[in-house]
């Protein structure tokens, strides 16, 4: 495996990107971030990665790894909850490096962020079934067994209640309905308790901005699993995305 990669986590509002020492998961260097454009079609998105490696000013020879909000099958976006819907169908692998020139290797946002949890944060050297949650504008999902990811999982999609299970339970929806603590709590305890219900995992880890608040909601909810919060916080993206150049579950 490479000594290190650069990371790129794409998100809604910024793309951001950093070099990554993959022995330590330390950033090397300055973050790069630019405004996510708007609309956020695969031209703009992809020029806005450009710019990030023009910043950064990356070896020709250090593997990309890009973190993208939508499952990444075969380098190829099946579907797609909250970028421009002009993404769906896209080879975003392919054409990512054909602009960027470096080896790519695209995931999934939250697959990343639980191989950043699992090699460099909260689920470092836990075994058995490990699933990272990130709470954000929607839902994201990364499954662990063992060390091995098993990727595009999207829990956030479940139906609960007769909701898509994002749309009551993502961090944006307690700032769209104003909701209390206790009030997101609820949510989120019913939410957890089904996936809990369907997987009996060995631990669930939770990310996403929200979960530096993560002591006035994580002891409301009473599961049988225990439940912490991410370690990575803020570089989770580009760690992950960075860890993923080395990851079978990275797919191109
Ligand atoms: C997408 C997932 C993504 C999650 C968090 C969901 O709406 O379908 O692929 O991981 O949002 O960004």
């Known amino acids: 495996m490479a000594q290190r990669a650069c990371g790129i986590d794409i998100g809604g509002s910024g793309v951001k990107g950093g070099v990554v020492d993959l022995e330590t998961g330390a950033i090397i260097g300055n973050i790069v971030k630019v405004v996510t454009p708007q609309p956020s079609t695969p031209t703009s998105v992809i020029e806005a990665c450009h710019d990030v490696m023009t910043q950064l000013d990356v070896p020709a020879d250090v593997p990309v790894g890009i973190s993208f909000p939508a499952p990444v099958v075969h380098g190829t976006i099946p579907f797609m909850a909250n970028l421009d819907q002009a993404w769906v169908g896209v080879d975003i692998a392919s054409l990512m490096e054909q602009r960027i020139g470096h080896r790519v290797a695209v995931v999934n946002d939250a697959d990343a962020a639980a191989l950043g949890e699992a090699t460099f ?44 299970a994002e749309k009551r339970a993502a961090a944006s929806i307690k700032t769209a309905e104003d909701l209390t603590w206790e009030q997101y709590a609820a949510r989120l305890q019913r939410y957890y308790s ?34 912490i919060p991410a370690m990575l916080r803020n570089t989770a993206g580009i760690v992950g995305a960075a860890c993923a150049t080395g990851s079978h579950a990275a797919t191109k």
């Open 121 to 164: 944060g909260a689920a470092k050297g836990v075994g058995g079934v490990i699933i990272v949650t990130t709470l954000g504008t929607g839902i994201g999902s990364g499954v662990i067994l063992d060390g091995k990811l098993l990727p595009n999982t999207e829990l956030g999609h479940l139906e609960i209640d007769g909701y898509d």
């Open 194 to 227: 089904h996936v809990e219900m369907l997987f009996s995992p060995d631990l669930f880890v939770v990310g996403g901005g929200v979960s530096e608040n993560a002591g006035k909601f994580l002891p409301l909810l009473k599961l049988r699993t225990p439940i």
